[in-house]
C-alpha cells in the first residue's frame, strides 16, 4: 500500500523520524566502536600476512615471527630458541611439528591472534646444502666415525612438507643458513655490533666491493655477496658456500698430528675437512686429540663433563679454559686455524667491502681473536709473498648472534613480495 500526503508533515512526525534517524546513527556508531575494540584486543585483522623467520643451526634453532608490514628485522613481535636435541630426538620427529608448529601455536597465544590472516611466509635458514627448497642437516643426527654402531639420523627440512604440514604457512622458502648471515650482515651497525680487527676498517670499507662472511657455531659456515657496478641500486646479492668443508691445512708439527688423529678418527684416507678443527664439534675434535696425547695433563673434573655433554662440549672447553691448561690449548689450535681459513677466504675473494667473522664461537672467544699477538690474527696475516692485500681488507668480529634470523627476515620479505607482484 501506498502512503501519500496531500500537505506538509505534522510536526510530531517530524519529530518522531528525526528521533529514528539519531538512533540508527547512534547504533552504528556503537557498532563501529565495538568492531575497533575487538582490532585493538588482537594484532590479527582479516588481510593481513604474516613473516616466518627461521635460522636453524646444528645444535639451537631460532623463530622470528612479523608483520608483512614490518619496517625492519627489529620490529619482532614475538622470538623464540629451541635446543634441537631436546625436540629432534629419533626419525619420527620432524621440524614442523616438533618446533614451527608449537613456535606458532605459542605466538596465537600470547599475541592473542585469532587467526594468521591471509596466511604465512616463511624463509628458513638451515646448516646444509640445499637442493629443491629442502636440506639434509650436515651437523644434527648421524654426525658418527663411519665405523660407529650409533643409529644414523638424517633430518630433512623441506620447504613443501612444512607448507602441507602446517596450512597457515603459504610459502615456505629454504636458504642455506649463511645465505642468512650474509643478508643479516647488511643490517649491522658497524659504530656498535662489531669489533675492528684491522683497525680503521670502517672507514676502508668500499660500498660496492665484494662482502664475505665467514663464522664457526656447530659447523663452519662461509658465503659471499656482491653489488653490480652497473646497477648499485639493485643492492647486494648473496651466494651459499661449502667452503667450511674444504681441506684442513695443518700449519706446525703437533697440526700435523692432529690430521692424522682426524683421519683416524673419521676413516679418511687423505683429507679431513676444516669443519673438523674450526667449529663447536672441531673444538672438541682437538681437546680429544690433546687428552690422549697428553694424558699426564687432563683434569679429570673437567674431562668427565667434557665426555657427558653431548652437542655442548665445545662449551666445556670455553668455560674451563685458563692459562696453559689444556682447555685453553685447545682454544689457540681452534683460533688458529680459524684465522687461518678466514685469511684464506680472504685472499679468495679479496672482500673491499668486508670479511664479517661471524657464527656463536666468534663473540664467546674473542679474547683468542682480537689483537695482532691473538693466534686468529697471526694466522690470518701469515700468507707469504702476498699477506700485502690483506692490509686493504677491512676485517670484523660479528659480536651479534642474530644475523642468520635477521637475514632470514630479508628473504622471508622477498618472497612475500614476489608473491604479491
Excluded at 214 to 220: E, H, I, Q
Excluded at 238 to 255: A, K, W
Aim: net charge negative; hydrophobic share 35%.
Amino acid at each position: 500500500m501506498t502512503m501519500s500526503f496531500s500537505s506538509s508533515p505534522s510536526p510530531q512526525m517530524v519529530t518522531a523520524l528525526g528521533a529514528a534517524v539519531t538512533a540508527t546513527v547512534l547504533l552504528l556508531l556503537v557498532r563501529k566502536i565495538e568492531s575497533s575494540a575487538v582490532s585493538a584486543s588482537s594484532i590479527n585483522d582479516e588481510g593481513k600476512t604474516y613473516l616466518l623467520a627461521g635460522d636453524i643451526g646444528g645444535t639451537n634453532a631460532r623463530f622470528s615471527l612479523y608483520e608483512a608490514g614490518a619496517k625492519s628485522a627489529q620490529d619482532v613481535l614475538e622470538t623464540k630458541e629451541y635446543q634441537n636435541s631436546a625436540y629432534i630426538t629419533d626419525s619420527s620427529k620432524t621440524f614442523e611439528n616438533e618446533i614451527i608448529a608449537p613456535f606458532l601455536n605459542h605466538c596465537k597465544e600470547k599475541l592473542n591472534l585469532h587467526n594468521f590472516g591471509d596466511g604465512i611466509v616463511a624463509c628458513l635458514a638451515c646448516a646444509g646444502p640445499v637442493q629443491h627448497n629442502r636440506v639434509v642437516m650436515t651437523n644434527i643426527g648421524g654426525q658418527h666415525p663411519p665405523d660407529s654402531d650409533a643409529p644414523h639420523l638424517e633430518v630433512v627440512v623441506d620447504g613443501a612438507a612444512i607448507e602441507k604440514t602446517i596450512p597457515d604457512v603459504i610459502g615456505c622458502k629454504i636458504v642455506n643458513d649463511f645465505v642468512g648471515q650474509g643478508y643479516g650482515s647488511l643490517d649491522l651497525d658497524l659504530k656498535t655490533e662489531v669489533i675492528e680487527l684491522i683497525p680503521g676498517s670502517i672507514d676502508r670499507v668500499d660500498k660496492l666491493g665484494p662482502r664475505v662472511c665467514v663464522g664457526a657455531g656447530t659447523g663452519l659456515g662461509e658465503c659471499f655477496l656482491t653489488k653490480s657496478s652497473l646497477y648499485p641500486k639493485g643492492g647486494y646479492e648473496c651466494y651459499p658456500s661449502e667452503g667450511g668443508h674444504s681441506e684442513f691445512s695443518p700449519r706446525n708439527d703437533l697440526e700435523i698430528e692432529l690430521l692424522q688423529f682426524l683421519k683416524n678418527k673419521f676413516i679418511q684416507k687423505h683429507r679431513v675437512s676444516v669443519e673438523r678443527v674450526v667449529s663447536g664439534k672441531g673444538l672438541a675434535n682437538i681437546y680429544e686429540f690433546l687428552s690422549q696425547k697428553f694424558p699426564e695433563r687432563v683434569d679429570e673434573k673437567v674431562h668427565k663433563e667434557f665426555l657427558n655433554a653431548s652437542d655442548l662440549q665445545g662449551r666445556v672447553i670455553g668455560t674451563n679454559a685458563k692459562d696453559g691448561n689444556l682447555c685453553d690449548q685447545a682454544l689457540k689450535i681452534f683460533a688458529g686455524a680459524y684465522g687461518c681459513e678466514v685469511g684464506s677466504a680472504s685472499l679468495k675473494f679479496i672482500p673491499t667491502g668486508g670479511m664479517y667473522v661471524s657464527g656463536g664461537l666468534t663473540p664467546k672467544n674473542i679474547g683468542y681473536i682480537q689483537g695482532e699477538e691473538s693466534e686468529f690474527m697471526k694466522a690470518f696475516w701469515d700468507k707469504g709473498r702476498v699477506k700485502g692485500i690483506l692490509k686493504d681488507i677491512p676485517l670484523f668480529a660479528v659480536m651479534q648472534q642474530d644475523l642468520g634470523l635477521r637475514g632470514a627476515y630479508v628473504c622471508a620479505l622477498r618472497e612475500y613480495k614476489g608473491m604479491k607482484a
